[in-house]
């Protein structure tokens, strides 16, 4: 991967983190404002962006950093393992709040005053939470960098939040009461879908799952090497959440030289880099064996 991509991605990332602690500063104003149950779980979302970008930046910082003794695979795999704790951590959130809002419906919840300029604010949140999603999503197509895309799909989810947020205040104001803790559970619910989605895509990448179909590789090797490789086997592929490995077994002629092996094998993983040009492939390993004919009884 270009170090230049993951430097782009760090700078996009920090202008995200530094307007999100604007957001949730807002954000818990308006909370005070309101005492809006709902508005409590629309910034306790922001405050996950928060987590999330500063995790994404921590992340990018670490994958910048080149292999070393203790982690000679580099240092893609602390993102996943942060990104699994904030998965937990949304999940709990959500069940405190849902709790507290359930609590508030069955005391019965009381009216709320909101001021004008409340809804004004929410309205420019929708707009800014556009731009946001929109910028990260250029500079994904730019540099394929998939904490990107992950901080993307949430941005173009929170204008449809802070909506339900709007009617809810709206409802409220109007003495339709409960509005406002059943929008609470709404975001709760988008708090912990949040955090299931994140823990089931992130626990591949910490369990090395097989993230390619070794049958399509296999068929890629057989078509441009058929005549060099007489077959390929043990397929492996993983990823750290930033860039890919692979690996595989090459069976070729036993009267070939080493070197020849080893040119076969070279351009075997060239091929495979070319055949797959939105992975960023850090390892490609080719193992030579030599290739034994069927015993015939």
């Known amino acids: 991967m270009d170090n230049s991509e993951l430097i782009t991605a760090h700078k996009v990332l920090m202008v995200m983190l530094t307007i999100t602690s604007i957001l949730l500063v807002i954000k818990l104003y308006?909370?005070?404002?309101?005492?809006?149950?709902?508005?409590?779980?629309?910034?306790?979302?922001?405050?996950?962006?928060?987590?999330?970008?500063?995790?994404?930046?921590?992340?990018?910082?670490?994958?910048?950093?080149?292999?070393?003794?203790?982690?000679?695979?580099?240092?893609?795999?602390?993102e996943a393992f942060a990104r699994v704790f904030i998965g937990f951590l949304l999940i709990f959130t959500a069940l405190e709040i849902s709790i507290e809002s359930i609590a508030r419906m069955v005391s019965g919840a009381r009216s709320l005053e909101i001021p004008s300029k409340v809804l004004n604010i929410l309205t420019g949140l929708i707009i800014v939470y556009i731009i946001m999603a929109m910028t990260e999503y250029i500079f994904y197509k730019r540099t394929k960098i998939k904490v990107l895309e992950a901080s993307m799909w949430h941005y173009f989810t929170d204008p449809f939040s802070t909506l339900i947020i709007m009617i809810s205040l709206m409802a409220s104001s109007q003495g339709m009461y409960i509005a406002d803790p059943l929008a609470a559970l709404l975001v709760c619910l988008i708090l912990g879908y949040s955090g299931v989605k994140i823990i089931f895509e992130t626990s591949p990448i910490l369990m090395d799952a097989q993230i390619m179909d070794p049958e399509e590789i296999r068929r890629i090797i057989r078509k441009n090497f058929g005549s060099l490789v007489k077959d390929c086997h043990k397929i492996k592929t993983r990823t750290d959440g930033f860039q890919y490995y692979l690996e595989c077994h090459i069976l070729v002629d036993p009267n070939i030289t080493v070197k020849e092996g080893h040119d076969i094998a070279d351009k075997i993983e060239k091929v495979i880099r070319r055949s797959f040009p939105d992975k960023q492939f850090r390892d490609v390993i080719i193992h030579v064996e030599p290739y034994e004919e069927p015993h015939q009884d």
């Open 30 to 78: 308006l909370y005070i404002l309101t005492w809006s149950i709902a508005i409590f779980a629309y910034a306790m979302d922001t405050l996950y962006d928060f987590i999330t970008d500063a995790t994404a930046l921590w992340a990018t910082n670490k994958a910048l950093e080149p292999p070393d003794a203790d982690h000679p695979y580099g240092h893609g795999k602390f």
